[in-house]
T-cell receptor, first 111, second 114 residues
Framework: SQKIEQNSEALNIQEGKTATLTCNYT??????LQWYRQDPGRGPVFLLL?????KEKRKERLKVTFDTTLKQSLFHITASQPADSATYLC??????????FGSGTRLSIRP | DAMVIQNPRYQVTQFGKPVTLSCSQT?????MYWYQQKSSQAPKLLFH???????NEADTPDNFQSRRPNTSFCFLDIRSPGLGDAAMYLC?????????????FGQGTRLTVV
């Protein structure tokens, strides 16, 4: 069955450092990989989408990579701030199917 | 400004008593999704609509039903809630069926079963 794994349940880093989150998947060939942010008690908010034929995507302090050979995506937040503390969810979809989510990584940025 | 609205934000229901959660959207999106999310877990897709076409996930219990009377509204009916159905229920929309587009989520409805 399709499986999405995010590297760790929680990640704690110092303000100003780069946070790197990992998403690995099996038994799936997604056309699109998305990253969402979720704050406690709220719905997820879309951040970035990357297509299977793209290696890298950037948006402000965010960078996403997508390696379909390794079946892995890396999500980076540079110059991290305490306001970046949240749970980050990886999601996969193909051209004609639903969106499925990983369980997320809870990121904490300490001042 | 709210684009995907879920009502109510918090719902308390009795064990076995039918409950309906509602979702509306102002985006005119074709696809609407219902997800169940329990603490520290992935949002789990229950079903989705592409326009009026209903798609049920294979492992969604029969206890869960959905209706989409028009483009803007979608309902989640839980016929006989059990304690294990306590969760956050998330409604989301996307413009097209997984094609190069993100999902827009509502704030969720937190369901408590007593």
């Amino acid at each position: 069955s399709q499986k999405i794994e995010q590297n760790s349940e929680a990640l704690n880093i110092q303000e100003g450092k780069t946070a790197t989150l990992t998403c690995n998947y099996t038994n799936y060939s997604p056309a699109y990989l998305q990253w969402y942010r979720q704050d406690p008690g709220r719905g997820p908010v879309f951040l970035l989408l990357i297509r299977e034929n793209e290696k890298e995507k950037r948006k402000e302090r965010l960078k996403v990579t997508f390696d379909t050979t390794l079946k892995q995506s890396l999500f980076h937040i540079t110059a991290s701030q305490p306001a970046d503390s949240a749970t980050y969810l990886c999601a996969l979809s193909s051209s004609a199917s639903k969106i499925i989510f990983g369980s997320g990584t809870r990121l904490s940025i300490r001042p | 400004d709210a684009m995907v609205i879920q009502n109510p934000r918090y719902q308390v229901t009795q064990f076995g008593k039918p409950v309906t959660l509602s979702c509306s959207q102002t985006l005119n999106h074709n696809v609407m999704y219902w997800y169940q999310q329990k603490s520290s877990q992935a949002p789990k897709l229950l079903f989705h609509y592409y326009d009026k076409d209903f798609n049920n996930e294979a492992d969604t219990p029969d206890n869960f039903q959905s209706r989409r009377p028009n483009t803007s509204f979608c309902f989640l009916d839980i016929r006989s809630p059990g304690l294990g159905d306590a969760a956050m229920y998330l409604c989301a929309t996307s413009r097209e069926h997984g094609v190069d587009t993100e999902a827009f989520f509502g704030q969720g409805t937190r369901l408590t079963v007593v």
